[in-house]
């Protein structure tokens, strides 16, 4: 599901080279896909593509439709952090153990593993 | 011995000392010291025993330190230390009868071990040696026990949801980069209807170096093939600072 946003981003990285370059990628419009890709995708940095992918990680991390579609919400074996914090906002009281649940969740990387 | 109202503490010790500890030296810090609580002579009015005994509870070990033959200690000390011999026990409701706290450093450097002391001591292990020593366990201390288990406690089902939703992410976006590279090439090299002009208005160093002319990039694309595409130059030739290159593109 998160996938337009690492392709988007990725091609404003690809044509960003545009205006570093002067205008060269007018010409490399009339080139063909693959000297495109090697003049100008291959040109790119790792850390570019390292930032693009920051992106899509956080949406898939939160990802929740897809995870509750294909894999179900089982506690222990499916369930992800978004299925968790929804399970817990579909019982009575439930909201403010689903806060809790953010909470921990921006928290755990400092908890002991 | 037994100890209640109008009990003489003064008499007790003769003219001996008596080792108490001070309500505000941590017990943390008293061993860590090696030092022993605040010892005083005790001869004075029964409200200033009185006020001492609020606060007496204290290490063994600092009676030992202290050098004195009485004092007032924690009974689970007292277990614990054999040349200490236990000749009366305070009360349960009065106020020297101790609680022991474990208070959470809110620094960043000691939460991590501040958690794993906490864990330790919900842990089935910790519950044993407690009571072994004589502390009871207060299961049913409902506030203090929700609010630490909302904090710090994360069930095996909650770690699953954690690593599982890290792992998620993580491949999948491994496995999508490539894609993603490959289909960002493609889509980049091919450009998109009305990109002509929208690279026209799209700020240029190069092109305001080159004079101006930043309308050969839009030339081979077809500006009519959209209708906002062919909208915008009309748009725009109102707006731009010269008309020549709305003037470049023939009406509709």
């Known amino acids: 599901m ?37 003049r100008h995708a291959a040109a790119r940095p ?43 906002t579909q019982v009575p009281d439930g909201d403010a153990d689903a806060l809790d649940a953010g909470h921990r969740c921006r928290d755990h990387h400092r908890l002991p593993p | ?18 080792a108490v500890g001070r309500r505000e030296r941590r017990a943390g810090r008293a061993i860590r010291q090696g030092g022993a609580g605040e010892t005083r002579r005790l001869g004075g009015g029964r409200t200033e025993v009185r ?17 004195r033959r009485l004092g007032i200690v924690y009974e ?16 349960d409701d009065s106020a020297s009868a101790g609680h022991l706290s474990s208070g959470r450093d809110s620094r960043h450097n000691e939460a991590r071990v501040s958690r794993q002391y906490l864990s330790f001591l919900r842990s089935p292990a910790a519950k044993a040696i407690f009571e072994k020593y004589g502390f009871s366990y207060l299961d049913q201390a409902g506030v203090v026990r929700r609010a630490s288990r909302r904090v710090f406690e994360l069930s095996p089902q909650d770690w699953t949801a954690v690593q599982l ?19 960002a090439t493609v889509a980049g090299a091919q450009g998109f209807l009305g990109q002509g002009a929208a690279r026209r208005h799209r700020p240029s160093a190069a092109g305001a170096a080159a ?10 694309v077809r500006p009519h093939a959209a209708p906002v595409g062919a909208f915008w130059p009309t748009i725009s030739a109102s707006c731009s600072r010269s008309a020549g290159p709305a003037r470049r593109w023939p009406a509709a």
């Open chain 1, 2 to 38: 998160a996938f337009p946003l690492l392709v988007r981003a990725i091609r404003l990285s690809i044509e960003a080279i545009d205006h570093a370059s002067g205008g060269r990628g007018r010409n490399a419009r009339r080139q063909s896909v693959w000297r495109f890709a090697d």
């Open chain 1, 46 to 88: 790792a850390r570019h593509y390292r930032r693009c992918s920051v992106a899509r990680f956080a949406k898939a991390l939160g990802e929740f439709g897809a995870t509750i579609t294909f894999v179900s919400n089982i506690p222990g074996e499916t369930q992800t952090i978004s299925a968790a914090i929804y399970t817990l």
């Open chain 2, 1 to 18: 011995m037994t100890i209640g109202q109008g009990f003489d503490i003064a008499k007790l010790a003769g003219d001996g000392r008596i």
């Open chain 2, 51 to 67: 006020a001492w005994l609020r606060t007496c509870g204290q290490r063994s070990r600092s009676l030992h330190a202290a050098r």
């Open chain 2, 76 to 91: 689970t000390d007292a277990k614990v230390e054999p040349k200490v011999k236990t000749i009366a026990t305070f009360p």
């Open chain 2, 165 to 183: 939703s890290l792992r998620v992410a993580a491949v999948s976006t491994v496995v999508a980069l490539p894609f993603g590279i490959a289909i």
């Open chain 2, 211 to 220: 004079g101006g002319d930043r309308l050969s990039a839009a030339d081979h």
